[in-house]
């Protein structure tokens, strides 16, 4: 049970010029369940690490109050309770027992006491292996389990999830959200960060947004804030229940068929995936779906021509075996876009990040420039060009991934669950990009787990089955 | 390679991790003291028969020392190519190498100290699971919980950098860039990605930190320990038998004579 005050409440990041948050009042009871909201910089994250204790003084400037239980947060840790988005870094120890007993040995909880409160927490959260299941075999929603219940054992007062299930997929997203609400306990108060709106809204009774520029821009109940504040949500990129996407599909797929852009013939790699038979043409959005750990990302490095096969055959048309090819010639006719942008940056500008495929094949400076000044401008990081790649969010890097990709014209596109954790704004822009893409003749294949994607723009989808 | 085999099958395997460590270190360390090949070929001996008590099978054991197999062979035909003295008899004349008895006895006596010397720490690390060792670290020896603890988290992110350095490697084919047969090229793109991965890496580490922060870790209020470990007196007495064992190898090789030391 924690109560939470704020007043006037501002943080500043050492070395920023620009308040992270700012005139932030608002008091949260006993047991209420918040979920807070707002578009992407407002300061989500770091209210909640100002909440949980976790901004040093040193490390930037505050005004204001901020109190828990009539605390400050750094001396109201053990109230408070954090779990994060990504699973892999949160998990300390190598087997699952140990890692909900880490936070126990931490507080001191005398040692014979610490092996029922675990048991108790994982148990809270629906764990169905023994203590010395290895957290490395847990697939990723099962680790975010594991770790709501490494918060979960120190009995928090106040539990912050920050954005808990951003980095899953649909099934593990599931798991998640069924631990926290089988886990709720009424005297918990908790605060919840995420965009999803449709899947936090059965855990919560109270909506805050914020203001990007400071202060909070509504409060209450859910249904009274959506229905006056829903629309401008929507359009900053919150995805507000309720709201259609904008359909792309192509009226009907053509019956007679150019020449396969790339076709696998019974295309497989070792421990990863399965042969495969598939051919991706012209002028067509083929997305590649299908449950976690069946290949659909190896499949997606075979058909852009990054991996070689173990067996079978990938052939590109015009121009035979792809993983043969020189990376500059690939670039000309096949783009890949991972999943993780940040793995393709190689420059330390926007702008040079995007002449790096038109240089490495011989363009002349003013093609580069050319190239580089229409790609800024479709894909709306023009106010980037000089920015750093690894400062970008999630939605600019992801647009600068693909606008990488497309710096070298290929004649066939791959994408590696391209929307994944994308907000709805970054979600609607490039699947309007990707679909104009595919109106000039591209051919653009899409590995994804997203049914919306699916849905609103594949011509055709290729379910891959566990074997 | 670095992750335990078995889980405490052999009498020798239970034992406190930190007693393990110590009696690796109280028989290796005895063996550096000379040069001759006697010594570190008895010590060999020893360490193969206590190999079956820590429940390690011969053949777990030689995939796990092939490094070291390397390194032997690699001293060998170093010695045989650059050996300053060459005395003894003649066996054979390769080109310009004379390969003399001398030269052979040395690099012998080299390739079984690296092994007499490191097999201990290969048993040891093949049957200690790394949380038991940080346990132990910082129970029976008082190592920080910072130090101990903060090492096994970082640990567990190792087997992701594999993955990682893949995915960096196969982007940047993706970008159009690579080295072809250029080495200096090919070094370029070697450094780029390994700067990638360090970035990547460190970030991961900061994102690890804080997330051990927020569940109390070093808060400055002294720690429990849900792991109980032990050293009791078994414990004590391998790190002493191991001792032993050194002196009585060491002791071996001065009564036969061959005993060469390393100073003077």
Redesign the interface.
């Known amino acids: 049970m924690s109560e939470v005050v704020l007043r006037g409440f501002a943080w500043r990041h050492a070395g920023r010029r620009a308040w992270a948050v700012r005139g932030v009042d608002l008091r949260i009871a006993h047991g209420e369940r918040v979920l807070l909201l707002g578009p992407s910089g407002a300061g989500k994250s770091t209210l909640l690490a100002a909440l949980?204790g976790?901004l040093p003084e040193d490390s930037g400037e505050a005004a204001g109050e901020v109190q828990i239980d009539g605390l400050d947060p750094r001396k109201a840790?053990?109230r408070v309770?954090?779990v994060?988005q990504?699973p892999?870094?949160?998990?300390?120890?190598?087997?699952s027992g140990?890692d909900v007993?880490?936070?126990?040995?931490?507080?001191?909880?005398?040692?014979e006491r610490?092996?029922p409160r675990?048991d108790e927490a994982l148990h809270r959260v629906g764990f169905r292996y023994p203590r010395d299941r290895p957290?490395?075999a847990l697939s990723g929603g099962e680790q975010q389990r594991l770790a709501l219940a490494?918060?979960l054992a120190?009995r928090p007062g106040l539990l912050l999830l920050d954005e808990p299930t951003a980095n899953l997929d649909p099934p593990g997203a599931r798991l998640v959200r069924d631990a926290i609400a089988g886990a709720r306990d009424p005297d918990t108060t908790m605060i919840v960060v995420e965009h999803r709106v449709a899947d936090a809204l059965p855990l919560v009774d109270r909506v805050v947004v914020l203001e990007p520029g400071g202060g909070i821009r509504a409060d209450g109940p859910p249904e009274a804030v959506f229905a006056e504040h829903g629309d401008r949500l929507a359009d900053e990129g919150v995805w507000v229940p309720g709201r259609p996407l904008p359909a792309h599909r192509t009226p009907a797929a053509p019956s007679v068929r150019a020449d396969a852009l790339v076709r696998a013939d019974g295309a497989a790699v070792r421990d990863r995936l399965a042969p495969v038979d598939l051919s991706a043409y012209a002028g067509e959005v083929l997305a590649i779906t299908g449950p976690n750990g069946v290949g659909k990302s190896t499949l997606a490095?075979l058909l852009?021509g990054?991996?070689a096969p173990t067996s079978g055959r990938v052939e590109a048309h015009p121009g035979g075996q792809p993983h043969r090819w020189?990376?500059?010639t690939?670039?000309a006719r096949i783009?890949?876009v991972?999943q993780?942008p940040?793995?393709?940056?190689?420059t330390t500008r926007v702008a040079d990040e995007l002449a790096?495929?038109p240089r490495?094949?011989g363009r002349s400076p003013a093609q580069i420039d050319t190239v580089v000044t229409h790609l800024l401008d479709r894909l709306r990081l023009g106010a980037l060009a000089g920015a750093n790649p690894?400062t970008l969010s999630g939605g600019e890097a992801r647009r600068l991934s693909v606008a990488?990709?497309l710096a070298?014209a290929p004649h066939l596109l791959i994408l590696d669950e391209p929307t994944f954790g994308q907000d709805r704004r970054t979600w609607i822009e490039l699947a309007a990009l990707l679909a104009e893409l595919r109106d000039e003749g591209h051919g653009v294949v899409a590995v994804t787990h997203d049914v919306d994607f699916v849905a609103s723009l594949a011509d055709r989808e290729r379910r891959l089955a566990a074997p | 390679m670095l992750e335990p085999v078995v889980g405490g099958t052999g009498p020798l395997a239970r034992r406190n991790p930190v007693a393990k460590l110590a009696a690796a270190l109280a028989f290796s360390a005895p063996l550096l003291s000379t040069v001759d090949p006697l010594t570190p070929a008895l010590g060999l001996l020893v360490e193969l028969a206590a190999a079956p008590a820590f429940g390690l099978r011969y053949a777990t054991l030689a995939r796990r020392a092939w490094p070291l197999l390397v390194a032997a062979l690699g001293i060998v035909v170093t010695m045989v190519l650059f050996a300053a003295s060459r005395t003894g008899a003649l066996l054979v004349s390769l080109g310009p190498f004379d390969v003399t008895t001398g030269v052979l006895t040395g690099a012998l006596g080299l390739a079984l100290r690296i092994f007499a010397v490191a097999l201990p720490g290969v048993l040891v690390f093949a049957t200690t699971d790394p949380t038991d060792l940080a346990d132990a670290l910082v129970q029976n020896l008082r190592a920080p919980a910072r130090f101990a603890i903060g090492a096994l988290a970082a640990f567990r992110l190792v087997p992701l950098l594999g993955h990682e350095w893949q995915m960096l490697t196969l982007a940047r084919r993706a970008r159009g860039v690579d080295a072809g047969r250029n080495p200096a090229a090919r070094l370029r793109l070697f450094a780029s990605t390994a700067f990638a991965l360090l970035v990547g890496a460190l970030r991961r580490g900061g994102r690890l930190a804080v997330a051990m922060d927020a569940r109390g870790f070093d808060s400055g209020v002294p720690r429990t320990y849900a792991r109980r470990q032990v050293f009791r007196r078994s414990d004590a007495a391998l790190v002493a038998a191991s001792a032993v064992l050194a002196a009585a190898v060491l002791a071996t090789s001065i009564s036969v004579g061959v005993f060469r030391g390393i100073v003077g």
Do not use: K
């Open positions: 949980a976790l840790r053990e309770g954090l994060f990504d892999q870094t949160q998990l300390v120890m190598a087997r140990d007993a880490f936070g126990l040995e931490n507080r001191a909880v005398p040692a610490i092996w675990v957290t490395a490494g918060v120190l490095l852009g990054l991996l020189r990376a500059a690939l670039t783009g890949s991972f993780n940040e793995h393709q940056f190689v790096v495929g490495r094949l690894y990488t990709a070298t």
